[in-house]
């Protein structure tokens, strides 16, 4: 590539309509500035699972990130800080349910995630 901040832009795979963009300094790899609030092995799985998902229960994502409870919560409690998670506490009976749900500022951050994985693995050549 030749001059500093040139825009490499192409077709998005499985998503058409947003091409990929990145910004490169001459000289300087590819490499998009991740998030990484959401970069984060367990609080990429909770993104992406609620991004699967209208919701998910915190007994739920424990399962299915296979992680303890101090974990899971640390992290959904950083995301829930970000804005990037609703959580709504209540009560079945006597006990007490956690349930998250991914808000918009999630959803806008993790498909601003995946544009930049994507782009990465475009200027990897691959």
Not at 34 to 40: C, G, P, S, V
Not at 83 to 100: Q, W
């Amino acid at each position: 590539m030749a001059g500093k901040n040139q825009a490499v832009t192409g077709p998005r795979p499985g998503r058409p309509g947003r091409p990929i963009v990145v910004q490169r300094d001459a000289g300087s790899s590819a490499i998009p500035d991740f998030d990484r609030l959401i970069h984060e092995r367990i609080r990429l799985g909770i993104i992406s699972a609620l991004a699967a998902n209208a919701s998910l229960t915190f007994n739920d994502l424990k399962k299915l990130l296979k992680t303890t409870d101090g974990n899971l919560s640390v992290h959904a409690r950083k995301l829930e800080e970000a804005k990037y998670v609703a959580c709504n506490k209540s009560f079945e009976g006597r006990m007490p349910r956690t349930e998250y749900t991914l808000a918009p500022a999630g959803r806008k951050a993790f498909e601003k995630y995946l544009d930049h994985m994507e782009a990465l693995i475009q200027a990897m050549g691959r």
